[in-house]
C-alpha cells in the first residue's frame, strides 16, 4: 500500500501564489510517475501536470506557464507552484502516484485525499 500525505491549498486573491506538495510513503518498489489532478464542483477530475520518474513533465493547457511541479525523487514528495490563480482554478486538488510494488508487479495508482484551493477576492 502507498499512502499520500498533501499539504497547502488554501484561500488566496486572483493573481496569487499557492504551493502544494505531497510525500509518497509504504511499501513500494518504483514510482513511475506522481502528479496532481483537480476536481471542480460539478465537473470530473482532471488532469493538471505529472512528473515522471525521469526529468519529463506533462502540463494541461490551462496551466501552462502558470503553474511548475517539481519532484524530490530521494524523499518520494512532489510540488506543485501554482502562480497567477485564477478563480477558475478553485478546485479540489488531488495528489496522483503510479508505482510499481515489486519487480515484476503490475504498476497501481494511489491518490491522496484531495486538499481544497479556492481563488477569490
Known amino acids: 500500500q502507498v499512502q499520500l500525505v498533501e499539504s497547502g491549498g488554501g484561500l488566496v486573491q486572483p493573481g496569487g501564489s499557492l504551493s502544494l506538495s505531497c510525500a509518497a510513503s509504504?511499501?513500494?518498489?518504483?514510482?513511475?510517475?506522481m502528479g496532481w489532478y483537480r476536481q471542480a464542483p460539478g465537473k470530473q477530475r482532471e488532469l493538471v501536470a505529472t512528473?515522471?520518474?525521469?526529468?519529463?513533465?506533462n502540463y494541461a493547457d490551462f496551466v501552462k506557464g502558470r503553474f511548475t511541479i517539481s519532484r524530490d525523487n530521494a524523499k518520494n514528495t512532489v510540488y506543485l507552484q501554482m502562480n497567477s490563480l485564477k478563480p477558475e482554478d478553485t478546485a479540489v486538488y488531488y495528489c496522483?502516484?503510479?508505482?510499481?510494488?515489486?519487480?515484476?508487479?503490475?504498476?497501481?495508482?494511489?491518490w491522496g485525499q484531495g486538499t481544497q484551493v479556492t481563488v477569490s477576492s
Open positions: 496522483n502516484a503510479v508505482v510499481r510494488a515489486s519487480t515484476v508487479g503490475p504498476l497501481m495508482a494511489f
Open positions: 509504504g511499501s513500494f518498489f518504483y514510482v513511475f510517475s
Open positions: 512528473s515522471l520518474s525521469g526529468s519529463s513533465t
